[in-house]
Every structure is written in structure tokens, then in C-alpha cells.
């Protein structure tokens, strides 16, 4: 019996055309909710930059790629940051080769400095306005996860500056970069222990590099239509597109709804 479902955002329940949620997965949503369904948010975004929702309801929030776990009325339930010697070896690295950073702790986003590449990000995925603070200041707060804007031919190079970190990468231009060992499955198994739910009672939908640990981890793990060869390999079933009403066809398929 399902007792939960989670949600990635981006590409998933947002369509990166249309910035919304199609009408088809909000009332997949709500139908889930009245017949007593959990309804859960799993992403990689700050909550500080989940804006792309509307008035929709859910029960509780995995956030920052599992990071960051709170309940719908903003109690937080889990948090995991990044040691200070990784903040101190990514600072030390930045002073011969520097890339835009977006630092984020418990309540809000910050960068180090603006590109191109961080413009356009911004703008496919509708984020608010960063402030400018300097990479050296991450050192008086903890932070939470950091979001790297090189290319991924400099992967292996960087991270092996920052030991005690994973990269997460779904998106060529950047990469979500963690406490190592820190997934969506881990945010996940917090939320599910909070509600007293098995893994095997949940449903996961996602689309990016991010969702895969997490699709592997639950119940039934689906991909939408639109997501990457890689990430459906890892899926029990693959759905159709965010913008082709891929959610609520999965739900009906799998009588949810």
C-alpha cells in the first residue's frame, strides 16, 4: 500500500517551458492529499527558492538534495552542512581558478560573483534575486550545500580538492555540490522516519542526475519522458513528459487516482 509520494521539482512537477505546474499534476496532487496520501517535495533547490508552486499543498519538504528537511510548517527536522576544511580547501582553490558559487545556509542564498552561465541558469529556472557576498564570509555560517558553476570536465579536478564532498550534477552548466554521502534517499528516509512510513510504502518522480539515488531508493521509482538515459536506468517505470501530463498519467496507471 502507497502511504507516500515525493516530488522532484524542476522538470518534474515545473516544466522548464512554461515555468508552471501543468493543471494535470496539481490535481494529481490534491486527489493524493484527500484520499490521505503523503504528499512530499524532494529537490535540490533552497527553500528559499521554491517559488514555482503556487498555493499547492504538501506535508513536508526535502530540500538542498536532502540537506535540509522540514515539515509543512516549516519545522526543520534534519540539516547537514559542509565541513569548514571543504569550505576552507573550495576557498583556497578559488584563488587561482575562480567560479561562480551559490552558497546557501539555513535561510537564504548567497553568490560570490555573477557570469553568463549563472544569468541563464537563473533565468530557466526562475530563481530570486542572489545577493553578492564574498566566498571568504561562508566561513562564519554553516553552509549547507553549494551550488558550482564549472563545466564537467573541471569535475574531477575540483572535487578531489573537496574530499569530504559528492557532486550532483543535472544540468551542464553547474553542479550541486554536498556533504559526502548526502542524497535525496537520505532526506527521504528523515521524512519517512518522521511520519512512520516504510520506503517500500513510497512512489518517487524525478528527472535529473539529482533524483537518481532517490528513484533507486523507494518503492517504485519513475522517471518522466524528459529526463536523461541515465536517470531512467535507474527507474522502475518511465513516464511521459512533465509537459505531456506525465505525473497524472503515472498515478492513474498505477490506480492512485
Known amino acids: 500500500m502507497i502511504k507516500a509520494v515525493f516530488f522532484d521539482i524542476d522538470g518534474t512537477l515545473v516544466s522548464f517551458e512554461t515555468h508552471q505546474v501543468p493543471a494535470s499534476a496539481r490535481r494529481a496532487v490534491e486527489e493524493l492529499r484527500a484520499k490521505g496520501i503523503n504528499v512530499f517535495i524532494a529537490t535540490g533547490r533552497h527553500k528559499s527558492a521554491i517559488n514555482n508552486l503556487g498555493d499547492m499543498q504538501f506535508d513536508g519538504f526535502v530540500t538542498i538534495n536532502g540537506g535540509y528537511c522540514m ?8 540539516r547537514n552542512c559542509i565541513s569548514r576544511a571543504d569550505m576552507e580547501a573550495l576557498l583556497n582553490y578559488q584563488q587561482l ?6 552558497t546557501m545556509d539555513d535561510n537564504e542564498m548567497y553568490i560570490n560573483f555573477h557570469n553568463q552561465n549563472v544569468e541563464k541558469v537563473l533565468e530557466m529556472l526562475a530563481f530570486p534575486k542572489l545577493r553578492v557576498r564574498p566566498l571568504e564570509e561562508t566561513l562564519q555560517y554553516d553552509v549547507l550545500q553549494v551550488i558550482a558553476f564549472f563545466e564537467k570536465e573541471q569535475e574531477s579536478d575540483i572535487m578531489a580538492a573537496l574530499p569530504g564532498c559528492d557532486s550532483t550534477r543535472w544540468f551542464p552548466l553547474f553542479t550541486d555540490i554536498v556533504p559526502r554521502g548526502s542524497n535525496k534517499s ?5 521524512m519517512l522516519a518522521h511520519f512512520n512510513i516504510l520506503p517500500e510504502e513510497t512512489i518517487a518522480f524525478g528527472d535529473g542526475g539529482n533524483d537518481m539515488a532517490m528513484l533507486q531508493h523507494v518503492g517504485l521509482g519513475i522517471a518522466m519522458g524528459n529526463a536523461e538515459d541515465a536517470v531512467k536506468s535507474c527507474a522502475g517505470f518511465v513516464t511521459d513528459t512533465v509537459d505531456a501530463d506525465g505525473v497524472y498519467k503515472a498515478l492513474k496507471k498505477f490506480e492512485l487516482l
Request: net charge negative; hydrophobic share 30%.
Open 71 to 78: 515539515l509543512s510548517d516549516g519545522t526543520c527536522i534534519y
Open 97 to 102: 581558478n575562480p567560479f561562480p558559487c551559490v
Open 186 to 190: 537520505v532526506g527521504i528516509d528523515k
